[in-house]
């Protein structure tokens, strides 16, 4: 027994011996300090890859999780396009693409991902250029023939948005206080929301005019501002004007057709159940009054309105004295109540 345990011994101190030999590479003559410092490169070069603008890149769901992810290719072109990033890597700098992608992947900086929709589906030409859902590829090596590699590590917040962050409570703040805001500031405010919500609205209903018209008539879909009410999308592609192109089959002329006729019916609908001017003139002056309202209110007139109520109770209470006193001592005194009237019996 006492052999065993020692046998034991020996087999853990060589596997512990075996991981941190492991660790160390034996090929590279340099110590164990320059090789965290050179960890510590690439972890800076990820940092300034991933927080560059020309690298285009989105987000998608990975095992649950909502991640950044770029394609091979576009990381390729951008080290060819901007060599000068490489220049952080020091020794490194002159390493080709493929190498810098697999000691990114080997540092746990990246991982290789696949799409989970591996099928056309019905209507479509060929798959999706950005996949809303990935999943981790079984071999991690660096390629940039359709494979997709997404960050692992947490990006650093600018320092912008911890002061934007701060300024949350704020302005929660001030949208609560808004009654008591002067009249002037009320009106700003007002006018400001209810322009950018009418501008809001416009752009969707012309957007979907456009589309609408390039369906019908040209057979194309052409949606303006197309990541306007994308939920993953960046401030840049947010207000990205001009459409992506259209990776749909091309739709028959009877499928046209009869979006046309049910656009054409729900037209005379609205039409001809339009509101008259009498409604629309009660619909106006039910409004006006709701937001002639929470504008007048201020705290001076609520507490006039309290003294006032105040005054009128008080002013009535003083004028018919006689009448309280008298009802308090109908209430009080038990004597003042009458006497009612026993009920007679009547023998047939």
Not at 70 to 98: A, C, M, Q, W, Y
Not at 182 to 194: G, R, V
Request: aromatic share 10%; hydrophobic share 40%; with cysteine.
């Amino acid at each position: 027994m006492r052999k065993t345990g020692g046998t034991e011994k020996k087999r853990v101190r060589r596997q512990s011996t075996a991981v941190q030999n492991a660790a160390i590479d034996p090929n590279s003559d340099t110590p164990p300090r320059k090789q965290a410092a050179r960890k510590d490169l690439f972890q800076l070069f990820a940092e300034k890859v991933r927080d560059h603008k020309d690298l285009e890149s989105r987000w998608a769901v990975l095992q649950e999780t909502r991640v950044e992810y770029f394609r091979g290719k576009d990381f390729v072109g951008f080290l060819r396009n901007h060599p000068e990033v490489k220049d952080i890597l020091d020794s490194d700098k002159n390493l080709e693409t493929e190498d810098i992608g697999n000691a990114l992947l080997s540092k746990n900086l990246l991982v290789r991902c696949d799409r989970v929709v591996k099928t056309v589906r019905p209507g479509k030409r060929k798959l999706s250029t950005w996949p809303a859902h990935l999943e981790i590829f079984p071999d991690q090596v660096f390629s940039e023939h359709d494979a997709f590699f997404a960050w692992t590590f947490v990006k650093r917040r600018p320092f912008w948005q911890t002061l934007l962050s701060f300024c949350w409570p704020v302005l929660t703040l001030a949208i609560c206080l808004f009654p008591v805001y002067p009249h002037q500031c009320k009106l700003l405010i007002l006018y400001s929301c209810a322009g950018v919500l009418l501008l809001i609205l416009s752009l969707l209903l012309l957007r979907a005019a456009v589309f609408g018209l390039s369906y019908i008539l040209l057979g194309k879909r052409m949606w303006f501002f197309p990541n306007i009410l994308a939920e993953e999308a960046t401030l840049r592609e947010l207000f990205r004007f001009w459409p992506s192109k259209d990776e749909e089959e091309k739709p028959k002329w009877t499928t046209r057709l009869f979006y046309a006729m049910v656009a054409v019916l729900i037209i005379l609908l609205m039409r001809h159940h339009a509101p008259d001017e009498a409604a629309r003139a009660r619909y106006q002056k039910r409004v006006s009054n709701i937001i002639d309202d929470v504008l007048e209110w201020s705290p001076r007139l609520a507490l006039s309105g309290m003294m006032e109520k105040q005054q009128t109770v008080v002013n009535a209470t003083k004028s018919n004295p006689d009448t309280a006193e008298n009802q308090t001592d109908d209430v009080t005194n038990p004597d003042s109540i009458p006497d009612q009237p026993e009920p007679e019996i009547i023998d047939k």
